[in-house]
């Protein structure tokens, strides 16, 4: 069985309507990470990611706890 092979886009060959995303997070940021070219093959999941509300407090460890878990 072969393994899926994903495209990490870059500005110049991401789809039209990811390009502006990714030019706010690379003028944010100063770099383009690898995570945000991998998504911006899907625009609304990449909106959707940078979106996404955040956690009021940092999640605690899952070592710490025994549990292992998302």
Do not use: N, Q, Y
């Not at 899926?4 to 940021?29: E, I, N, Q, S």
Request: charged content about 20%; hydrophobic content about 35%.
């Amino acid at each position: 069985m072969s393994r899926p092979t994903f495209t990490v886009h870059t500005l110049d060959t991401a789809p039209d309507a990811a390009r502006p995303t990714m030019a706010g997070v690379r003028r944010k940021l100063g770099h383009l990470p690898g995570a945000v070219g991998l998504m911006a093959e899907s625009p609304e999941l990449l909106r959707g990611f940078l979106t996404a509300p955040r956690p009021s407090r940092p999640p605690t460890s899952h070592r710490s706890s025994g549990r292992w878990w998302c």
